[in-house]
């Protein structure tokens, strides 16, 4: 596999943690008007992402292959906690 197939490879895997991380911070401030918004759009986005990616990484190291409804669901559940906690202030 040349190196060209393993970025795309390695798109392909993060494609999901950056989608999720992007209307996580888009629908951020519409969901809770009430508490300012601690970090800036491209912030919450970077952080929304990494905590999917890892959420993702997770999910491969413990199943040994990619695609399985866990990782999904870890990467739902690490990107709404880390967009939470960049609601709430926290830092």
Same mark, same amino acid.
């Given at each position: 596999?040349?190196?060209l197939d393993q970025l795309y490879h390695l798109a392909n895997f993060l494609a999901? /943690?950056?989608?999720?991380g992007v209307l996580l911070a888009l629908s951020g401030p519409l969901v809770s008007k009430k508490t300012p918004v601690a970090l800036g759009f491209i912030a919450q986005t970077a952080i929304n992402c990494v905590a999917g990616a890892? /959420?993702? &990484?997770v999910g491969l190291w413990v199943f040994g292959r990619d695609g399985k409804m866990a990782s999904y669901a870890a990467l739902l559940v690490f990107a709404a906690t880390s967009q939470w906690a960049g609601g709430r &202030?926290?830092?």
């Open positions: 596999m040349g190196f999901p /943690a950056v989608v999720v890892v /959420a993702l &990484g &202030g926290w830092r």
